[in-house]
């Protein structure tokens, strides 16, 4: 195997959220009537020779689970309804922290970079402590994927906050920008490493 299908692809709006350890992109292969099943096998490539220790779908159906399987690259699907509901998102949370602290390296996708992920993500920041509210969350949210939140993420997030539920004390997480490397940061893929992207939650 040689060329770029010795080192496959790149996944589609690849960001880094925990430094090397929590990582969010498109779903493999692209989204909806862009998904091409060629680069779906390069981009699992990509994933599997960066040591990434699972990907975690997080599509309501059981898309690309197969090709998972077909090229040994473990996976975990755990759905989230659309908008996604606290005690999905929190079950999700709960399992990616657990793995992150025994040391593995994750790749979470939806089918895109959309409010479903960020409204996600928000949540995360509120689970974990690192945002103390809403708007904060929202903000380090829409920096990290360089993208404004509609509404369906921030009923998302609102939901979660409502819930009320957040993380046990716990040594906190690292955090794409905290003593990253220049360069380090942001979405990588098509859109390029750096920028904006990797700004602490909750950074003015």
Known sequence: MRGRWADGIV???????LKDRLAVCE?????????RAVRRTEEI????????????SLLAGPHNLHSYDEQEMPC??????DPPQAAEMLAVYEEVARRIEAGERLLLHHDRVDDTLGGFLAG?????????DV????YATERLLRRPMGRQGREAVMAFAVAGVTRPARK???IVGEAADEGDEGPVGDDGPGGEGGAPPGAP
């Open 135 to 138: 708007p904060s969350a929202l």
């Open 11 to 17: 996944p589609r709006r690849l960001t880094w959220v």
């Open 172 to 174: 906190p997480m690292r």
């Open 124 to 132: 995360f920041w509120l689970w974990t402590g690192r945002s103390k």
């Open 27 to 35: 779903r493999p292969g692209g989204h909806g009537p862009n998904h």
């Open 76 to 81: 975990l699907h755990m759905p989230l309804s």
């Open 45 to 56: 490539i990509w994933i599997r020779r960066n040591d990434f220790s699972l990907i975690v």
